[in-house]
């Protein structure tokens, strides 16, 4: 009995919050309509950060016709949006994705080359991928965009296993480091992956008396998760 009433409090509440959440956007969007660029804006972020469930519809519609538009007047965010709604959202034409990811970074938003990358690695990936890869995160780099978890995560691999450039254990704790003593990604999972190769590092120079603290973070973020998942999951880029 407690289950079934459970289970159907917590759709109650899924629904309040759908239902809110909706309402909230067809308020941006009336604002939006009027001329209102930072409720288009807001409007836009919203959807792409809760709404990824919204495939069809106004709001839906709303969501493209404020992504074109922002994306005419030069905005990178929206460009990026853009390729993200043609690689996974309703539009999914895989053939767009980087020509939206390169449009954003050739106008001054160098996040765009990480996700080409990303998107290569993603796949089983080729020597060929692992050196396209590197060349857009060092461009990256070199633009001062090397600054997201997943961007320094490939970053750390590529030099901690060998990729393409020779394996150098130094720089890739320089990456990896970059996640890990950044406490805005301490709830992705790029930390703990960040933490866990630290710790093969810390193995392999016999660099055992440090490895204690950084185990228990790893525990701590793997709670319930089995060793054959963590070890799939420490070679994959999202």
């Known amino acids: 009995m407690y289950s079934v009433m459970n289970t159907s409090y917590k759709g109650l509440c899924m629904n309040t919050v759908m239902k809110n959440r909706n309402i909230r956007l067809y308020v941006l969007a009336a604002k939006a309509c009027r001329g209102n660029e930072t409720a288009r804006e ?44 043609h690689e996974t959202g309703g539009i999914k034409d895989k053939n767009k994705v980087n020509r939206y990811y390169r449009m954003a970074a050739e106008k001054g938003e160098p996040y765009g080359y990480v996700l080409m990358a990303i998107r290569l690695l993603k796949q089983p990936a080729t020597e060929l991928d692992y050196k396209n890869a590197y060349s857009l995160l060092k461009k990256a780099e070199g633009y001062g965009g090397l600054n997201s978890d997943s961007g320094l995560y490939a970053m750390g691999d590529i030099y901690y296993l060998g990729r393409y450039v020779e394996k150098n254990n130094r720089f890739a704790r320089h990456y990896y480091n970059g996640i890990i003593n950044n406490d805005a990604y301490r709830d992705s999972d790029y930390y703990w992956k960040a933490c866990y190769r630290m710790a093969e590092i810390m193995l392999e120079e016999g660099d055992i008396h440090k490895m204690g603290k950084i185990i228990k973070r790893i525990k701590s973020c793997t709670k319930g998760m089995k060793p054959e998942e963590i070890a799939k999951k420490l070679g994959t880029y999202e």
């Open 42 to 85: 807001e409007f836009v972020q919203y959807f792409h950060t809760f709404c990824v469930d919204i495939c069809s519809g106004r709001l839906y519609e709303y969501y493209k016709l404020f992504l074109y538009q922002l994306i005419n007047e030069g905005n990178t965010v929206a460009m990026i949006f853009l390729g993200d709604l």
